[in-house]
């Protein structure tokens, strides 16, 4: 099946600093990423979808200028938490569909980040 | 309303026992839905698909009602590595996730 890579796998960091997080789909094309946060005992919430070549279209409520996104390329797309917060604590995970635009549209996830800022 | 709400358990249960739990979707329009488990920090992995006739894999068995708008899933024969979360998945227009739904089998 579909694997998509993400890493790292946990990071604390101090507050003000900056996290990146990457995401790699490792045996297919993904023209679309996804990347979502979640936060203990609740849903994941999509963030942002990442286009490669293009901006990303965020979810409304999340800052476009504090979660940056860059999809370079087919294979990578990355996020990164700029002036990170103790409220920025949480998981971070993203994924990639195979079948875009499908009504069995089905996604594959990396691993996820768990962020902690002290 | 939430677009997906899905009673968060947990649902504490023996080995061997039946467990069964739902999910309610509110858009009417949604075209396909999709259970997947979650680990504790982990990444959610696709568990099955959910077929408007209703389809079974193993002992999971999930089911589809569209008029009361609310997608099943059962476990029998619950053994401990089936201790999860449940998460079930919602495609409209968009992905939705639920918030899950803890499921702990006890020995």
């Known amino acids: 099946g579909a694997v998509v890579s993400q890493h790292p796998s946990r990071v604390i960091c101090k507050s003000g600093t900056s996290v990146k997080i990457e995401c790699r789909s490792l045996?297919?094309?993904?023209?679309?990423m996804f990347w979502y946060r979640q936060f203990p005992k609740q849903s994941l919430m999509l963030m942002a979808t990442?286009?490669?070549?293009?901006?990303?279209?965020?979810e409304q409520g999340v800052e476009k200028d504090k979660f940056l996104i860059n999809h370079a390329s087919l294979t990578l797309s990355t996020l990164t938490v700029t002036s990170a917060h103790p409220e920025d604590s949480s998981f971070y995970i993203c994924?990639?569909?195979?079948?875009?635009?499908?009504?069995?549209?089905?996604?594959?996830f990396g691993s996820g980040t768990q962020l902690s800022v002290l | 309303r939430k677009e997906v709400e899905q009673d968060p358990g947990p649902f504490n249960v023996p080995e061997g026992a039946t467990v069964a739990f739902n999910c309610t979707y509110s858009?009417?329009?949604?075209?396909?839905f999709f259970w997947y488990r979650q680990d504790c920090r982990k990444e959610p992995k696709l568990l099955m698909s959910?077929?408007?006739s209703g389809n079974e894999d193993g002992r999971f068995t999930a089911q589809l009602n569209r008029a009361s708008q609310y997608i099943s899933l059962l476990i029998r024969d619950s053994k401990l590595s089936d201790s999860a979360t449940y998460l079930c998945?919602?495609?409209?227009?968009?992905?939705?996730f639920g918030a899950g739904t803890t499921v702990t089998v006890r020995a």
């Open positions: 994924s990639a569909s195979s079948e875009r635009g499908a009504t069995n549209e089905k996604l594959f």
């Open positions: 045996d297919f094309q993904a023209t679309t």
């Open positions: 990442s286009n490669e070549g293009s901006k990303a279209t965020y």
């Open positions: 858009n009417s329009a949604s075209q396909s």
């Open positions: 959910v077929y408007s």
């Open positions: 998945v919602i495609n409209d227009y968009k992905l939705s």
